[in-house]
């Protein structure tokens, strides 16, 4: 029986509704001064999706990025992430939408005075409301998630930069997110490092997270990526599935990235 189907006499059924997107981008502009950065760029996340933006450098997958959680205003369009209006939205509302959409940045941003635990903890006590003990409880076992159950005691100068950037993905994971953002989460790393850090992302992956991802990492792309979104001058001009955007991009500018890219 089809969804629009129903027995004669019968009532006919209430619609349910359908899911909305946990964000969506909606002709978002943006310029510095008279430069524009980003033009009319729309894009939806399902919950569940990884998401990869990808481009040459300057194509605005950064900025795209940081305006979804409010990191850079933007000038035009809407943003939805989680149900906030992220340009219109109080500054409470800011407040909550980063509680529930993490962000891992290229350089950890780790407070340096801070021991490990006490970065993943600070978070969850302050602004959630958590006991100590409870934060500390759910801290321990995210550094375990993440291959660093022996490092709650360190500093982050104690740590090599894949282990950093480790840390910063189990403090996003603190606050118990829908989503998490990514920013070129390897690009400060030594290319050894690389490989630990993508390991973590793919788990990630794999147990759900819903994920929007900017990097150059083709290889974690056509692993896992669901959708791939392909940048030029502040433009979306390409999105697809893994498979068909390595297969088969539909624009010259997306087969020189590949050839490029993919050739190093």
């Known amino acids: 029986m089809t969804a629009n189907a129903s027995s004669a006499g019968a009532a006919s059924p209430c619609p349910v509704p359908a899911e909305i997107p946990v964000l969506r981008i ?6 510095y001064d008279t430069v524009p950065v980003l033009s009319g760029c729309t894009l939806d996340v399902w919950r569940g999706q990884v998401v ?14 940081k305006c979804v959680n409010g990191l850079v205003p933007f000038d035009a369009g809407l943003i939805l992430c989680d149900g906030v209006d992220v340009g219109r939205g109080r500054p409470g509302d ?3 939408l980063r509680t529930r959409v993490g962000m891992v940045f290229q350089n950890f941003e780790l407070y340096p005075h801070l021991s490990v635990l006490e970065n993943l903890c600070l978070a969850p006590v302050h602004v959630l409301g958590r006991s100590r003990a409870e934060a500390a409880e759910r801290a321990h076992g995210l550094l375990a998630r993440v291959g660093l159950p022996d490092k709650a005691d360190s500093l982050p100068s104690q740590l090599s930069g ?8 189990a403090r996003a994971l603190a606050m118990d997110p829908i989503a998490l953002l990514f920013d070129e989460p390897t690009s400060a790393l030594d290319p050894e490092m690389v490989g630990e850090v993508l390991d973590v992302m793919v ?28 940048m030029v001058a502040g433009r979306i001009v390409e999105t697809g599935t893994a498979e068909d955007f390595f297969s088969q991009p539909t624009t010259e500018r997306a087969r020189g990235f590949l050839s490029r890219i993919l050739s190093h």
């Open 26 to 31: 909606d002709g978002v502009g943006k310029s």
């Open 203 to 230: 788990e990630l992956a794999r147990d759900g997270m819903t994920m929007m991802v900017v990097t150059h990492e083709m290889g974690f792309a056509r692993k896992v990526a669901d959708r791939v979104v392909f």
């Open 94 to 96: 800011l407040v909550r």
């Open 162 to 169: 894949g282990q950093q950037q480790r840390v910063a993905i």
């Open 52 to 65: 990869v933006i990808c481009g040459p450098s300057g194509s605005g997958k950064s900025t795209l990025i």
